[in-house]
């Protein structure tokens, strides 16, 4: 059974080598501490990157938690003055 061919996959997949034909070349026109020396500096950059925005990420969640906290004192807060002010509610 011949297996059915799926021209956007191939085209894709030629893209996909043509690019890394590029950075084996951008990487090859160097000299080799040169190039590996970038690639180190690259993947430090990158490391740092990453772990920035994942502080990032961990504030804004800290912030959408308190956020939510402080919502819910509110909530309790008008809860306990419409008590005070109207009483208890009746059935």
């Known amino acids: 059974m011949q297996e059915s061919r799926d021209p956007v ?3 894709c997949d ?3 080598e043509g690019l890394r034909q590029i ?5 090859a026109i160097l000299p080799e501490k040169i190039a ?10 990158l490391t ?3 772990g920035a925005l994942q502080w990032e ?7 959408v938690a308190g956020g939510d906290k402080l919502r819910q004192e509110w909530r309790e ?3 306990r003055r419409e ?9």
């Open 9 to 11: 996959r191939e085209v």
């Open 14 to 16: 030629a893209v996909c």
């Open 23 to 27: 950075g084996d070349v951008s990487y």
């Open 36 to 45: 590996h020396s970038l690639a180190d500096f690259k993947k430090a950059l």
């Open 48 to 50: 740092e990157l990453t």
């Open 57 to 63: 990420m961990e504030w804004i969640d800290n912030r």
């Open 77 to 79: 807060k008008c809860r």
């Open 83 to 91: 008590t005070e002010t109207y009483g208890s509610p009746t059935s």
